[in-house]
């Protein structure tokens, strides 16, 4: 059965620091998501992605975060210069068709990334 | 301010057991209400999608209810088992410009044998 990867499974790095989350969603899904997730905390959306273009972002994805199709297969999600309260698992998810969040379309979820920001 | 409530926030019950989970929500104009399954250190895998008029909607052992008026959702285990022990988490959508979910803290389910 197809399922969203992400890699690394466990990041770790020095604050400051450029990260780079990857995934590989579900082979001829169009929809694409990050969400984190704050230890003991509830999941938060960051973004979604459609058409090579970012769709819709919460307030938590500011400037410091961006996100990339670089090919037909990755999707990552870049946190420029990482600070303490960036330490989550970073969950990436995939939908199959182009209507997004607003009706009817299942959200495949990936294991995540845990980073961890010293 | 778009929320969404889960009770209890933990539960433990004995396996073969059945129990309901709660969800009261203020998102608004509503879109569709999702429940999903977290196990420890997992992505949420997806239960069930409701739009707003539907009033029940079944996956296997897992009903989950929708009243749009009073604004709640509930879901059904029946028959629990082991296997069910996880994070139960209630996510609304709303509608008209922005589609971003609003999750709830989720309620954390024990199965005791």
């Known amino acids: 059965e197809p399922e969203v990867t992400q890699t690394p499974s466990h990041q770790v790095t020095q604050m400051g620091q450029e990260v780079i989350l990857r995934c590989v969603p579900i082979?001829?899904?169009?929809?694409f998501y990050w969400y984190r997730q704050i230890l003991g905390q509830k999941v938060e959306f960051l973004v979604s992605?459609?058409?090579?273009?970012?769709?819709?972002k919460s307030e938590i994805f500011d400037d410091q975060f961006s996100v990339e199709r670089p090919d037909g297969s990755n999707f990552t999600l870049k946190i420029r210069s990482t600070k303490l309260e960036d330490s989550a698992m970073y969950f990436c998810?995939?939908?199959?068709?182009?209507?997004?969040?607003?009706?009817?379309?299942?959200?495949?979820f990936g294991p995540g990334t845990r980073l961890t920001v010293l | 301010k778009n929320q969404v409530e889960q009770s209890p926030q933990s539960l433990i019950i004995l396996e073969g057991k059945n129990c309901t989970l709660q969800?009261?929500?203020?998102?608004?104009?509503?879109?569709?209400l999702r429940w999903y399954k977290q196990d420890t250190g997992r992505g949420p895998v997806s239960l069930t999608i409701?739009?707003?008029?539907?009033n029940t909607k079944s996956n296997g052992r897992y009903t989950a209810t929708l009243d749009a008026d009073t604004k709640q959702s509930s879901l059904h285990i029946t028959a629990s088992q082991l296997s069910d022990s996880a994070s139960y988490i209630c996510?609304?959508?709303?509608?008209?410009?922005?589609?971003?979910?609003?999750f709830g803290r989720g309620t954390s389910l024990i199965v005791h044998p």
């Open positions: 998810a995939s939908s199959p068709n182009k209507r997004g969040l607003s009706s009817y379309n299942e959200q495949f």
């Open positions: 082979s001829n899904h169009l929809y």
């Open positions: 992605f459609y058409n090579n273009e970012i769709s819709e």
């Open positions: 969800c009261n929500y203020t998102v608004s104009p509503f879109s569709n």
């Open positions: 409701m739009t707003f008029s539907e």
């Open positions: 996510v609304v959508s709303a509608s008209g410009g922005s589609y971003i979910p609003t």
